[in-house]
């Protein structure tokens, strides 16, 4: 892991951009003598991880007391995509715009996003937890459909927080049974592009005994920030 800049916040949290062979990331790191517990922070359907909101959730969460780490994994953000994947995202918009189903059509890019970006994930991990500043245990936030596979293959990860807010393919629907570590997930109940009532059925499918939903009014993109306070203390009870 090679750090290529860093800039320290006003709140103390030390921000720095980091390269993993082809791996682009960012860590977010508290003011602490103490190793501090891990969060992978992840946006929906492999948008950039310097999305605003997303570095705002993280820069946030960091200044809890946690390290907070976000990459571009294959296919997501700014890392090139293949033929089949733009493909699929053109065909994608054609279908939203003529009102046409669309379940297929984000089965065929999601599905192998997700499979592209997990060994990425678990790779960065490796190199994270070898640092002197981090230590376990690791959470996971964002991305439900990363998440629950990440969760299913990752037994360093200890408690997720999931954001219901994209499509989830078949199979990680059929992994969410295997889920048992705690979870948090949140739902926008007026969410545009998101059946409520598949995410209701994904919810009762985790086969956790801890778990808790948190569904507030509003669209996509309206979560309402004490959100992410409840997240922190939510992190709070199972990675400190």
């Known amino acids: 892991m090679q750090?290529?800049?860093e800039q320290r916040l006003d709140d103390g949290v030390l921000e720095r951009e980091f390269t993993l062979g082809e791996i682009p990331g960012t860590l977010w790191t508290p003011e602490s003598a103490a190793p501090a517990p891990l969060i992978l922070m992840?946006?929906?359907?492999?948008?950039?991880?310097?999305?605003?909101?997303?570095v705002a959730r993280a820069r946030i969460t960091a200044a809890y007391g946690y390290a907070v780490a976000a990459i571009d994994a294959a296919g997501c953000g700014d890392r090139p995509r293949s033929a089949a994947d733009e493909q699929a995202r053109a065909e994608l918009r054609r279908a939203m715009q003529a009102g046409e189903p669309v379940d297929e059509i984000f089965e065929s890019f999601i599905g192998p996003l997700v499979e592209k970006a997990v060994p990425e994930w678990r790779t960065t991990l490796d190199a994270l937890l070898s640092m002197p500043e981090i230590g376990g245990p690791v959470g996971y936030s964002g991305w439900m459909a990363l998440g629950v596979r990440l969760a299913a293959v990752e037994p360093r990860i200890a408690a997720a927080g999931f954001f219901a807010g994209g499509y989830v393919p078949r199979a990680q629907r059929e992994e969410a049974r295997q889920i048992t570590i705690p979870?948090?997930?949140l739902l926008q109940w007026d969410d545009e592009g998101n059946p409520r009532q598949r995410a209701l059925d994904l919810f009762d499918a985790f086969g956790t005994k801890e778990k808790t939903l948190h569904a507030n009014l509003g669209g996509h993109t309206g979560t309402p920030w004490f959100e992410l306070e409840d997240g922190c203390r939510f992190f709070g009870r199972h990675l400190k």
């Open 3 to 5: 750090f290529t800049s």
């Open 183 to 185: 979870l948090l997930m």
């Open 42 to 54: 992840a946006h929906n359907n492999g948008l950039p991880k310097g999305e605003s909101r997303l």
